[in-house]
């Protein structure tokens, strides 16, 4: 499956988060069971799942959106040569690449910014009072990307928060209510990835 298929099939579902929340616990699943050595196709696979909800966040994450389905391709494109995590860094590792622009370890860093990025914004999400998710949005921002973003850039977000959906919105777009929300979000917190061996800032 590519990052666009991933997209098409979660928009035609009437409860996407609940897919996502399935496809992380079964990699959480496998991620246990292999001992952490996870399968580059796999970990791709859930990771395009998450590209709706940078596209249900309005034009504020519309960066993130792109930049996230980009890398996420590559890493599909990157299973052909490498069947699972550990490789594919050792490979970037032995070459000494792992700091080269546009290598695919560097790649699968910005992957796991971004899924860093939804984590911390939904914790924000539902932590928070009020229907307005625009601090949320901008805590999550400011806590991730915003210090490996450029001035620019930094402003073009800052200006696009003031789009971001209400809670209610959101929910509507996710056909969610808001407690069955909070428990699909917990099965995705639950996922973690050992990254250790990728030395890159």
Known sequence: MTVDEGQVVLCEVEKPLRVIAEAFEKLSAMLIAENNDLGVARFAEAASLLSILFSSLGIAFRFAEVD??????????????????????????KRNSVRRQGCRSRNLLRVKQGMELVKVLFEEIISAEGNSLKESASTAYARVLASSQGWAMRKAVAAGMYSIPTRAQLLKVLNEDGELFSFLIFLFFRFKVNFNNLLVE
Do not use: G, N
């Open 68 to 93: 996230y389905a980009a890398k996420v391709r590559d890493l599909m494109e990157a299973s052909k040569s490498f069947d699972k995590l550990p490789s594919l860094l050792d490979h970037d590792i």
